[in-house]
């Protein structure tokens, strides 16, 4: 262990830390090269220390939860990764007349808050409960389906900066737009969100629930490995509709394809690298640009080295 990961080891322990983790095995494409140090802080406390030290000693980093975003290259990732999926995933709630206000740490899955708000027997979260990704995730990036978004049950968010000052962002003060927030502009970190649900009744929020997770069981390739996603809607246009119709739909690079199910989605069929899958998205953007002049832009984050 090198005099660094040594230091590391001090901060969370060695079980925390390793050296060399494969970004395969944390994230949905199921594919990326290795992450030099790969750093799970088990709190606020050990997240802030790896940060200050981590910045003392120039190591560049990249603060992650469960990869349902991101496209890594196959040339890894220099320096460190810092993953809170299932570490920061502590829920509380506080009952009030209406409803309840639940405070839900960034590292828990919105499948796992769905699940928990059902048995609560909370309403106005069904639409998440099928994105798989954390609730950290979902507050930058003000996730939606089915015609609901993070901002319609958020009222705050608490946030680390790399300095390690925190700050409560209110809903309004996060500007929260389709997949926009303000935490993307001055990259913070998402600790915790604060969300406010009506109550229900639980056969009415297990049967919409139901709905859109057949739906998506239905018209999306759920089978196979993918970011979900993978271009942003174009104003007024939807980004699957303009790769089917320019005749994409199956088209494939090596293990990489748009899916015919749902030619939204480029999926890795199972041997595919990122480099397949950047050089599918490339051409892609290329065919429908020139068939229709629309320029597709990128859901997926990509990391690493591309050159």
């Not at 027997?121 to 996730?143: D, H, Q, R, Y």
Request: with cysteine.
């Amino acid at each position: 262990m090198d005099s660094l990961a040594s230091r590391i080891a001090a901060i969370t322990g060695e079980d925390n830390l390793r050296i060399d983790e494969p970004m395969s095995e944390h994230t949905t494409f199921r594919t990326g090269g290795n992450a030099g140090y790969f750093i799970v802080p088990a709190n606020e406390e050990q997240l802030h220390a790896v940060i200050a030290l981590l910045k003392e000693t120039e190591t560049p980093f990249l603060v992650t939860g469960r990869g349902s975003n991101l496209l890594v290259s196959d040339k890894g990732i220099e320096g460190a990764v810092i993953n809170i999926y299932h570490t920061f995933d502590e829920i509380s709630i506080e009952r009030n007349v209406d409803g309840a206000v639940v405070r839900a740490g960034a590292g828990i899955t919105l499948a796992a808050l769905a699940s928990r708000l059902l048995k609560e027997e909370l309403k106005g979260f069904e639409f998440a409960s099928g994105i798989p990704g954390t609730l950290g995730g979902a507050v930058v990036m003000n996730a939606g389906a089915y015609g609901g978004e993070i901002k319609d049950v958020l009222v705050s968010a608490r946030c680390m900066d790399y300095d390690g000052n925190l700050y409560e962002f209110s809903n309004e003060e996060l500007q929260l737009s389709y997949r926009h927030s303000l935490i993307m502009e001055r990259k913070l970190i998402v600790l915790e969100a604060v969300l406010e649900f009506r109550s229900g009744r639980y056969e009415d929020i297990k049967a919409l629930m139901d709905d859109f997770n057949g739906r998506r069981r239905d018209k999306q390739p759920l089978e196979y490995p993918s970011a979900g996603s993978t271009f942003k809607r174009p104003e007024g246009n939807f980004a699957g509709k303009l790769i089917m119709e320019a005749g994409l739909a199956g088209f494939s690079v090596n293990g990489a394809q748009v899916s015919s199910k749902h030619c939204g989605f480029v999926i890795n069929t199972g041997n595919a690298t990122s480099s397949d899958i950047y050089e599918l998205m490339q051409h892609v953007e290329k065919v429908v640009y020139d068939k229709t002049g629309i320029k597709l832009e990128p859901e997926v984050r990509l990391v690493g080295n591309w050159g």
